[in-house]
């Protein structure tokens, strides 16, 4: 079985063909969009989609050596995303579909993430902490759903970094080789500072640490070397915090960590420190996997597939705010 996904939630627009026996991966062609300055414009990046998508679909099929006629279904990401980007994809997906007489399956973005971090880390049945610049979600499998253990309450922990990396002057670019420039920068800090460390019940809150670390900086009386390392020491403590409530609540041994954030050492650090007490191992995707990619909308699609999900092409609309533990896990037991 061959199955070709599309991805196009944010700022990648990606392709992705995998099949059922290893090596899965058959093809993986990405065209990211870079915005000149400030953040992610959403009808900017779907332009991008759409006079780059024709170009990623081709090289996809040209790495893979097959012809559309080889693939048996379309996969396609309908959310949770940006709205104009979303469309892009899926008007591709329903069109490839309809045209070629291919299944079309729907894959919910998070849920892929997840997917593909435990298909690339052997994780069996871990927690899972999806960090990213959209989201911010402590999650476990249990009875049919992945079903969400703590979240945050406002912005995402990779929009915390990003926003504040911006706002100082430190990115763009957010990433110099593998490392997120608030990592660099706190690599060199060491004092802490006095900045708020929020916590309610399951949930995280990183906006007031945002405003609180963007005024220290504004003052200009502490070192941003340590603003950085205070922000990061306090985001991701907080993040570790509401994790070890999960893994010792759902008595699971393992804990995965997907999403771009999985990537920062310092992260990983913490996680594998309140994992030792726990007798838990922690698993982490790879950099390349971490971050959106049409490999894992594939990959969840044969999943899917394979169990029977389909869709028909008239109802394929996107979902904006479609949240993982909306859909059903028929693949997982
Ligand atoms: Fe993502």
Redesign the pocket.
Known sequence: MIILGIES??HTFGVGIVRDKDPFILADVRANYVPKEGGIHPREASRFFATKAHEVIKQALEQARISINDIDAIAVALGPGLGPCLRVGATIARALASFFNKPLVPVN?SVA?VEIGLKLTGARDPVIVYL?G??TMIIAFNDKRYRVFGETLDIALGNLIDVFAREVGLAPPYVRKGVHVVDECADKGSKLLDLPYIVKGQDVSFSGLLTAALKHYKTGKYRLEDICYTLREIAYSMVVEVSERALAHTSKNEVLLV?GVAASRRLQEKFKLMAKIYDASVHVVPPRYAV?NGVMIAWTGLLAYKHGVVIPVEKAVVRQRWRLDEVEIPWRS
């Open positions: 939630t944010a973005h993430h990213a959209g989201n999403g959106d």
